[in-house]
C-alpha cells in the first residue's frame, strides 16, 4: 500500500490545473449572474405599472414649496461634524432623504 510520492512537475500540473479549474468556474458564474441580471432588468421595464408612473408624473410637476427654515439641533457631547456624520448615517440606513428628517438633540452616550 506504500505509493511513490509525486514528483514536482506533477504536482505543479495539479496545482495548476485546480487553479484553471476555479478560474473557469469563476468566469461561469459571473456569466451566469450577467444574463439573469440582463433578463430581470428587461423583465421589471416590461411590467412597470402604468397607474404608478402617470402617479408620479403630476407629483414631479408640482412646483416646489418654499424651503422651510432649518431647525436648530441641540448638541450635547458631539461636535458638528459628528453630528452631520450622524445625520447622514440615519438617513441612509433608513432611506429617508435628509431634507425629510428632523433632529431634534443628538447626544454623546
Known amino acids: 500500500m506504500v505509493h ?4 514536482v512537475l506533477d504536482a505543479l500540473m495539479i496545482a495548476l490545473s485546480g487553479i484553471v479549474i476555479v478560474f473557469l468556474m469563476l468566469a461561469l458564474l459571473w456569466g451566469v449572474i450577467a444574463v439573469i441580471s440582463r433578463v430581470m432588468g428587461v423583465l421589471e421595464k416590461h411590467t412597470a405599472h402604468p397607474a404608478a408612473v402617470s402617479a ?3 407629483a414631479a410637476a408640482a412646483p416646489a414649496a ?3 427654515p432649518v431647525p436648530q439641533v441641540k448638541l ?3 461636535s458638528e461634524v459628528e453630528a452631520a456624520c450622524v445625520m447622514a448615517i440615519v438617513s441612509h440606513e433608513t432611506g429617508i432623504p435628509l431634507d425629510q428628517l428632523v433632529f431634534k438633540s443628538i447626544k454623546a452616550v
Open 4 to 7: 511513490d510520492p509525486i514528483s
Open 56 to 58: 408620479a408624473a403630476p
Open 66 to 68: 418654499a424651503p422651510a
Open 76 to 78: 450635547e457631547g458631539i
